[in-house]
């Protein structure tokens, strides 16, 4: 989850960046029965996950805000949908659903803001699970990322020249029309 919003296709996030690393933890048994409470969903984030307040605001005022003023209102309420696909990922990540065999599985989560509804896929493989958690266009950024992230995309970009960027993107290879961008984040 962004800091603020994205045009990009894909973000890892502060947010994911904590939760994804306290569900991998030795607390993961923890954290999933916090899950499954009936506490608060961003209360566990914070006070179990360690989401700093800033960002647990931030997530009230744009992602789970009910209002007019929040992100994608005629999708909310979108938290349930939210924490039901972290719960799965986790309980994935732990027990292969065809054996009951016990895993430990780590659970790699990103943002992808290109459907036109609010979803949470998970793919799981022998060595991982990633959760991707869809939603709508959010709004633009307005703010330039400037840490560098594993993460590439390649796509036909017209004309570009290595080194160009845009708010969340660095050139870093071309090829005729096919360019190679970086990804960039909030440190």
Do not use: C
């Amino acid at each position: 989850m962004a800091e603020e919003g994205t045009i990009g296709h894909i973000s890892k996030g502060h947010v994911h960046r904590i939760v994804d690393t306290y569900a991998n933890s030795n607390q993961r048994q923890s954290f999933l029965t916090a899950l499954q409470s009936t506490r608060d969903y961003l209360d566990i984030l914070g006070h179990d996950a360690g989401v700093d307040p800033r960002y647990i605001q931030n997530l009230r005022r744009t992602w789970y805000n009910l209002g007019a003023d929040g992100w994608w209102p005629w999708l909310q309420p979108i938290q349930p949908l939210v924490r039901q696909g972290l719960i799965a990922a986790i309980e994935l990540a732990s027990r292969d659903p065809d054996t009951g065999a016990v895993r430990n599985l780590p659970i790699d989560s990103y943002w992808m803001p290109i459907g036109d509804q609010v979803e949470t896929i998970i793919a799981v493989s022998m060595q991982q699970v990633i959760r991707l958690l869809l939603t709508p266009p959010s709004p633009p950024p307005t703010r330039s990322r400037n840490a560098l992230q594993p993460i590439w995309i390649v796509k036909n970009s017209g004309p570009q020249t290595v080194g160009n960027q845009t708010l969340e993107e660095v050139v870093v290879a071309v090829q005729g029309n096919i360019v190679t961008w970086q990804r960039k984040e909030f440190p």
